[in-house]
């Protein structure tokens, strides 16, 4: 029985299993978004929003503060890269400083294709939706109008769409601009 067991174990040992959410939170803080399965994106949620906090707890007063070079030390002990942690502290926590919590947002896109596995996305509330970074808009044209390509379901729908395969035409769309170019 799992009475009061906290959290998921992924299917690895604990060295393991630590590592894998270091890397996904590397790769969100990195990317802003990122395509994982469900599982492991529930999991990452809890430790991201603690690296978020304690970022946002070390900018109160100051960067230049012996709490923000203690907030620094812990977000070090989990982020490896250097870029990606000066990220979090220029950018992303200041970004979020008041609000209380609720930093992320899970989506679920469907079923991935090889082994069934149910696939999420997961991203920061509240920032910027790039579309030139999604191809798949770009190539499909909106059936119900302009609505359909804006807000998070029509980000949930063309992540769908380039999970089962809607990524063959942007590719041709590519090689196309690159023969006109020429």
């Given at each position: 029985m799992r009475h009061?067991?906290?959290h998921r174990k992924l299917g690895r040992v604990t060295e393991h299993r630590l590592a894998t959410l270091r890397n996904l939170s590397q790769m969100l803080l990195r990317h802003e978004r990122i395509d994982?399965?469900?599982a492991k994106a529930k999991e990452l949620r809890p430790f991201i929003e603690r690296l978020i906090t304690v970022a946002k707890r070390g900018l109160e007063d100051g960067a230049d503060t012996p709490r923000a070079l203690h907030a620094r030390r812990l977000v070090a002990r989990d982020l490896a890269d250097k870029r990606v942690a000066s990220k979090l502290f220029e950018t992303i926590a200041p970004r979020f400083a008041s609000r209380p919590g609720g930093y992320t947002r899970v989506l679920r896109l469907g079923r991935r294709r090889g082994d069934c596995a149910e696939i999420a996305q997961i991203e920061f509330v509240g920032s910027e939706y790039d579309p030139s970074l999604d191809e798949s808009t770009e190539t499909t044209k909106p059936a119900a109008g302009a609505s359909s390509s804006k807000g998070v379901?029509?980000?949930?729908?063309?992540a769908a769409k380039r999970l089962r395969g809607g990524r063959k035409s942007g590719a041709k769309k590519d090689a196309d601009t690159e023969t006109d170019d020429e």
């Open positions: 009061r067991v906290a994982t399965t469900l379901g029509g980000r949930l729908r063309a």
